[in-house]
Structures are given as structure tokens and as C-alpha cells.
């Protein structure tokens, strides 16, 4: 198989692409958007409710909203570039020392790689031999321990700021869904406004769940209902919060 092939093999098989690999941020950004700018609208919505109900206006939920929206997303884009880099730092750090080791103690790592090797089910003979072939391809061998002897993963290839600007306009994508109905509907009642947030909330949720099973080839169903229940949750308890205050 001829490398062309094998990254078609890749692509259609197994979804490895350059999108799959954002998906985190993607989901991630998304889910937490649109959750936590719809409990923003939730807690006004149940605020306006009850014995004592609190009067707003349709521009202080946007003002609101829309803060919550651009303050949220700055904090989750830069919360993960900041996690990533932490990551790729730990990473290089163990890795130039697995490389220190390997020109040092060159026959103490391949002893290690060898114990490496019979833990994961080889036998000694094959641990010894497979041992001395990592041993010529250096890069390798080095990603190999670290990733087995230190239990970090590659980042090598991830970018922080990349990561950063997915995780942040997902944010702000899907966050803005629940607030689309209060930016058309000025004409339209509260009530009614919060009801077509809820459809518009529902739905991007579900788009994401679709997302996520689509990527990790489980359940549409169960993929879909994990995600809706999870924002049904958080908005029940803003809502619940906000209508307490009007008791």
C-alpha cells in the first residue's frame, strides 16, 4: 500500500482527518456555549416568574447574554491554549530527558524497553529483540518511552493558539443560538421568546451530539441524548435559581 492510499485508508475508515483532530475543541466550545448562555437566559426567564417576578427588558438579557458570550469564550479559548502549552512544556521536558538517558545510559533504557515490552505481552525473547530495533530509530524509540514509561501522549504536532481560536468561535458560534430568538423577536412576548430559545437551544445541542458520534462512532442516540440532557440540566438549575429570587 503506497502512502497516497494509506491516507485514503485513513480518511474513510478510521475518520482520521484534520477536522476529526478538533473535534475536541469543536464539541467542547460548542456544548459549554451554548450551555452557559442559555442558563444566562434561563435565569432571567425564571426570574420573571412568581409571586415577586422581576421586571427586564429584552435588551438587558441580550446585554447580558452577549457579555457572557464574549467573557466565556475569551476564558475557554485562553484557558486552552494555556493547557496546551502546559502540556507540550511537561512533553519536550521528558522527552530531552529520555534522550539524556539514551546517551548516557544507553544499555540501562534498552533494559527498560525490554521490561516495557514483556509487560504488554511479549516474551522475553521477542521484548529483547524488539528492544534493539527501537534502539536504531531513535525519534521513535524516544516518543515510545515517553509515552509508556512517562504515560504522556505526543502533543508535538497540536498548537496551542490554534486550539485556542477553535475553542472560542465554537464558543461563540453555538453560544449565540439561544439568544438569536431575542435579537429578531422585539415584538414578540418574553414567554414566547424563551420558548423559541429552548427549540433553538435543543437543536444545537443535538447537532453536536450528532458531531460527537460521528467522530467516536458510537451511538447517534445515545450520543445525542447525553448532550441534550447535559444542557437540560445546567438550564434547570439557573432557571430553578432565578425564579428562587422571585419568592
Known sequence: MDRE????????????????????????G??????TTFAVVSGFSGASLGSHALDFS???????GLANLIADGASM????????RSEKKVYEDFYKKELHETEVSLNEEIEETELILFDQGFDKKDSKLLSKIFSKNKPFWIKFMVQHEGGLDDV?????????????????FFGFIPLIPYVLGNEISFT???????FSTVLALTILGVVRAKISKSSYLI?????????????????GVGYLFTL
Open 156 to 172: 508535538e504536532n497540536n498548537s496551542p493558539s490554534q486550539s485556542a481560536i477553535i475553542t472560542f468561535f465554537s464558543f461563540l
Open 5 to 28: 492510499k494509506y491516507q485514503e485508508h485513513l480518511k474513510n475508515e478510521h475518520n482520521i482527518s484534520k477536522f476529526a483532530s478538533n473535534v475536541k475543541e469543536i464539541v467542547y
Open 58 to 64: 429584552l435588551i438587558t438579557v441580550l446585554i447580558f
Open 30 to 35: 460548542g456544548t459549554d456555549g451554548i450551555i
Open 192 to 198: 414566547n421568546l424563551f420558548i423559541y430559545s429552548i
Open 77 to 84: 479559548g485562553l484557558g486552552s491554549f494555556l493547557s496546551l
Open 223 to 239: 450520543s445525542i441524548i447525553e448532550t441534550v440532557v447535559l444542557g437540560v440540566v445546567a438550564s434547570l438549575l439557573a432557571y
